[in-house]
């Protein structure tokens, strides 16, 4: 089945620090990405959808500023966490869809990158 | 706009028990997608279904099954003979069928299976 990988799996950063996450579709090509954030105990919240060599679509709340996305290939997409806080600590998720001749609804989940924000 | 609705947050069954996990869906789409996932204490979602509003017709999978009833906006899920492993967290989730296909989650459902 297709896979997704996020790199890394976890990261503890400074607050005021950059930190950048990436997500890879490994064995197929994704015209969209999405990304999701999940803080302790609830639900996946959607960030933004990205799609291949165009800007993201934010979520309403959601501050483009601080969360740059970019999805520069077909099988990349990175999530840039600026000048991270503490209340940016949470468990982040990228989702994949397959471009075309998937499954059309199915999506194919990355395994997720904790950040920690001291 | 949609949203889904998992009232239980929190069940805890005796290994062996059968347990139903309800999920209640709103959408002003006449086609979409409803899913099951299940989240392990690892965190990685794994997909355990995906329906298509137009198909109604309930599924089994294993100790699995899955009753979609349009009428009534619900989509649950029970596991048979739960097993220890069963544990996690699970969320029903809509996806809109056109454009990006988006999805909106549930807030889950703690499942703990007591051996």
């Known amino acids: 089945g297709a896979v997704v990988s996020q790199h890394p799996s976890r990261v503890i950063c400074k607050s005021g620090t950059s930190v950048k996450i990436e997500c890879r579709s490994l064995?197929?090509?994704?015209?969209?990405m999405f990304w999701y954030r999940q803080f302790p105990k609830q639900s996946l919240m959607l960030m933004a959808t990205s799609n291949e060599g165009s800007k993201a679509t934010y979520e309403q709340g959601v501050e483009k500023d601080k969360f740059l996305i970019n999805h520069a290939s077909l099988t990349l997409s990175t999530l840039t966490v600026t000048s991270a806080h503490p209340e940016d600590s949470s468990f982040y998720i990228c989702s994949a869809r397959v471009f075309p001749g998937g499954r059309t609804g199915e999506k194919y989940f990355g395994p997720g990158t904790r950040l920690l924000v001291l | 706009a949609q949203k889904v609705t998992q009232a239980q947050t929190e069940i805890s069954v005796v290994e062996k028990e059968d347990v139903t996990l309800d999920c209640v869906y709103e959408t002003r789409d006449t086609t979409y997608y409803l899913f099951w996932y299940k989240q392990p204490p690892s965190g990685e979602l794994v997909f355990l279904i995906r329906r298509n509003s137009f198909d109604e017709q309930n599924e089994i999978s294993g100790r699995y099954s899955w009753n979609f009833q349009k009428s009534t906006s619900s989509f649950n899920f029970t596991i048979t003979a739960s097993q220890v492993v069963d544990s996690a967290v699970y969320f029903c989730?809509?996806?809109?069928?056109?454009?990006?296909?988006?999805?909106?989650f549930g807030t889950g459902t703690r499942l703990t299976i007591i051996p």
């Open positions: 064995d197929f090509q994704a015209t969209t």
């Open positions: 989730a809509l996806s809109e069928a056109v454009g990006n296909e988006k999805l909106t």
